[in-house]
């Protein structure tokens, strides 16, 4: 893994994806560890987490998370997601983040050394080319070690280096007795979210 400690870094998180490959991976991404593991490899100056909302946001299951990125070392970018049901009758959420992600990577861009990109969705493939033509590496973290991988391979193969989410486990994971404890607390509360996470719902590709 190539990072200098005089590098400007930022990170720049898709939510829905990286929640999509960490639960493919099977464990729980510890988010105050994943900043830690970046400053002490860089200068990290920007760490921003990329979703959507339902307009009932008061009451969605992923508000804990987001309130908590909020007040620790996180930049949260969020719009209004759709629902529909789609012709089998399952419930989708319309939430796709690329545009507002793209916006910040270009803007950004000028005043970083090296972008690392959270997310594997081939629509990216032109972002990492047009900021790398400014002179900035990229690195792309997803996972190659799920059937079928969560990058897609020309994105990988653009980036300068990728990152495979399944080596940083043990990193940037969250502590399984700390998890179970979580969700005994969760358990106990007086009002409960739905038991699956927000992010599960939301249709990237639309």
Do not use: C
């Not at 399984?176 to 927000?198: E, I, L």
């Amino acid at each position: 893994m190539n990072f200098y400690q005089d590098e400007r870094v930022a990170l720049f998180i898709d939510g829905a994806n990286l929640y999509a490959t960490a639960k493919a991976l099977g464990f729980d991404i510890d988010y105050k560890r994943l900043l830690g593991f970046f400053r002490k490899r860089s200068r990290l100056i920007r760490a921003i987490y990329y979703t959507a909302l339902m307009d009932d946001a008061e009451y969605s299951p992923i508000r804990p998370l987001i309130d908590w990125l909020d007040y620790n070392g996180y930049k949260v970018v969020t719009k209004p997601a759709k629902e529909f049901t789609d012709s089998m009758g399952r419930r989708k959420i319309k939430g796709n983040m690329d545009i507002e992600l793209a916006i910040d990577v270009m803007q950004l861009s000028d005043n970083l050394d090296h972008i690392v990109l959270f997310s594997g969705d081939g629509d990216f493939r032109s972002l990492v080319s047009a900021v790398q033509a400014k002179g900035r590496r990229v690195s792309v973290v997803s996972t190659l070690t799920t059937r079928p991988p969560m990058v897609a391979d020309d994105l990988r193969r653009q980036g300068d280096q990728f990152i495979d989410l399944a080596d940083l486990r043990d990193e940037i994971g969250r502590d399984p007795v700390d998890r179970d404890s979580r969700q005994r607390d969760r358990n106990h509360a007086s009002v409960q979210a739905p038991d699956r996470n927000f992010e599960e719902f939301v249709d990237d590709n639309i």
